[in-house]
């Protein structure tokens, strides 16, 4: 799946050491709403090797021409009776050389949703600190639906979790008033 400046793809063995490096990154890690222990490699492979045998097709690689793979972007809590699901992405800011890398993945995957898999409903959440992840929600279109207070405890604390969500309608009503994919 193309985008204006990215590629997303799904996951390969070559991108084991990325994956690495962001699980076991405490930048990274502190900024998401779950928690993650460190990995080692070995244990990363196993991981691999699992998400290859289950058949899931829920992850990918966020690529750009200057940088590489610079992150990824994930299909979450795909319900297909309701036609909803979640995104996630997470990327290596140490690796991106080029803005707007992330708002162009986070929109493929907002086409790929709506368009390709037929959601009618599209969430996103961001721990209330993550400025970052917030304006680039809100610069995709998403809007803030609601908070889940002290959901998240990061740093010795709690912290609210900011719920933003699409609806196919403002999908189509987005994408024509900003000309994203002319």
């Not at 080692?40 to 966020?62: K, V």
């Not at 080029?98 to 599209?122: N, Q, T, W």
Request: proline residues 2%; aromatic residues 8%.
């Amino acid at each position: 799946m193309k985008g204006r400046k990215v590629e997303i793809r799904g996951l390969r063995k070559e991108d084991l050491p990325l994956l690495l490096d962001m699980i076991n990154d405490p930048v990274i890690n502190n900024m998401t709403v779950g928690e993650s222990k460190k990995v080692s490699m070995q244990e990363q492979e196993a991981w691999f090797e699992r998400y290859l045998q289950s058949g899931a097709n829920n992850r990918f690689i966020i690529e750009n021409k200057d940088d590489g793979a610079v992150g990824t972007i994930i299909i979450t809590d795909i319900d297909e009776l309701n036609r909803s699901c979640g995104l996630a992405i997470k990327l290596s800011e140490g690796r991106i050389s080029s803005p707007g890398v992330g708002i162009d993945a986070f929109m493929v995957m907002l086409r790929y949703c709506f368009e390709d898999l037929k959601m009618h409903r599209v969430t996103a959440n961001a721990i209330d600190y993550n400025k970052a992840s917030l304006n680039l929600q809100s610069r995709c279109g998403m809007k803030k639906e609601g908070v889940l207070r002290q959901a998240a405890f990061k740093n010795g604390e709690f912290h609210d979790v900011i719920i933003t969500s699409m609806l196919e309608t403002e999908y189509r009503q987005f994408i024509e008033i900003e000309k994203y994919w002319d």
